[in-house]
């Protein structure tokens, strides 16, 4: 079984920069889909940026050029670099993982604020 742990997040003004971190603990596959979905509210959840095993990345709409994800197989975890932020940002960020095998894990979420 796998557990996510998330870090990074806060309060910014709207053309700032923050970080998100999420590490993998378990048994973690580098297989595995990582990435970081965010969910405001009274919305669904949507997709914002994920990384397959061999390095293909897919963006949601709306943050590439702005978001920059990194992934790290030796330590099991993917980094958010979030730039020029938007007050449309604001969002619960949750990290995912899942096994080609597995059902997906999500962190507990992370508070993204851009105020404007």
């Known amino acids: 079984q796998v557990q996510l742990v998330e870090s990074g997040g806060g309060f910014v003004q709207a053309g700032g920069s923050l970080a998100l971190s999420c590490e993998a603990v378990?048994?973690?596959?580098?297989?595995?889909?990582m990435g970081w979905y965010r969910q405001a509210p009274g919305k669904a959840r949507e997709l914002v940026v994920r990384?397959?095993?061999?390095?293909?990345?897919n963006y949601g709409d709306g943050v590439q050029g702005r978001f920059t994800l990194s992934r790290d197989n030796a330590k099991d975890s993917v980094s958010l670099q979030l730039h020029n932020l938007k007050p449309t940002d604001t969002a619960d960020y949750y990290c995912?993982?899942?096994?080609?095998?597995?059902?997906?894990?999500w962190g507990q979420g992370t508070q993204v604020t851009v105020s404007s």
């Open positions: 990384v397959t095993g061999d390095g293909s990345t």
């Open positions: 378990g048994s973690v596959s580098n297989l595995a889909v």
């Open positions: 995912y993982y899942k096994a080609p095998w597995g059902l997906p894990r």
